[in-house]
T-cell receptor
Framework: ETGVTQSPTHLIKTRGQQVTLRCSSQ?????VSWYQQALGQGPQFIFQ???????GRGNFPPRFSGLQFPNYSSELNVNALELDDSALYLC?????????????FGPGTRLTVT | AQSVTQLDSHVSVSEGTPVLLRCNYS??????LFWYVQHPNKGLQLLLK??????LVKGINGFEAEFKKSETSFHLTKPSAHMSDAAEYFC????????????FGAGTQVVVTP
């Protein structure tokens, strides 16, 4: 069984640039959630994708957007990067229904905005 | 809205002594509660979950947690700490909506001394 994978591991961008982060879900999982973890804080929910549609969103501006593909992998896009976007971005996969809270996390992508 | 409060930002224990990590929750309904662990440079790993079955929940690596509705608490314990338990621990509540958003606490950093 393949776990959740994310790429790249680390990324350095300049303020104002755009970034794309990628996530491959665990085998058999059709739902992907994205979280932002700032240094010294707990992860914050960004949004969730289910059947290629955004299924729910946290308190993040529209410059945070995403996609889910037919194979259930997902991308997180952030436009007009700000210094406060520097964080660990975590992807989690799950299934729907009663198991929706059993989310399996990838190792994360560390984004640094300078 | 649901939320969790982790009462200690840092806990230091000696190897072989008990570990207690405290968590209080706020929820208008019967919550789904979780504990996750995050080792340095690793993804989040689910330790255990409470979903309205038995109030004493056993997890991996010897951890357990007790759900106490009267105290709105979900404290995590382990009888004997091991050096490998040094990590960040997060208490988490599942949202009441249909999409399984996880709401994380701020985390407790556990240090284990020889």
């Amino acid at each position: 069984e393949t776990g959740v994978t994310q790429s790249p591991t680390h990324l350095i961008k300049t303020r104002g640039q755009q970034v794309t982060l990628r996530c491959s879900s665990q085998s058999g999982h059709n739902t992907v959630s994205w979280y932002q973890q700032a240094l010294g804080q707990g992860p914050q929910f960004i949004f969730q994708y289910y059947r290629e549609e955004e299924n729910g969103r946290g308190n993040f501006p529209p410059r945070f957007s995403g996609l889910q593909f037919p194979n259930y992998s997902s991308e997180l896009n952030v436009n007009a990067l700000e210094l406060d976007d520097s964080a660990l971005y975590l992807c989690a996969s799950s299934t729907e229904g009663l198991a929706k809270y059993e989310q399996y996390f990838g190792p994360g992508t560390r984004l640094t905005v300078t | 809205a649901q939320s969790v409060t982790q009462l200690d930002s840092h806990v230091s224990v000696s190897e072989g002594t008990p570990v207690l990590l405290r968590c209080n929750y706020s929820s208008s309904y019967s919550p789904s509660l979780f504990w996750y662990v995050q080792h340095p440079n690793k993804g989040l790993q689910l330790l255990l979950k409470y979903t309205s079955a038995a109030t004493l929940v056993k997890g991996i690596n010897g951890f357990e947690a007790e759900f106490k509705k009267s105290e709105t608490s979900f404290h995590l314990t382990k009888p004997s700490a091991h050096m490998s338990d040094a990590a960040e621990y997060f208490c988490v509540v599942g949202s009441s909506d249909s999409w399984g958003k996880l709401q994380f606490g701020a985390g407790t950093q556990v240090v284990v001394t020889p």
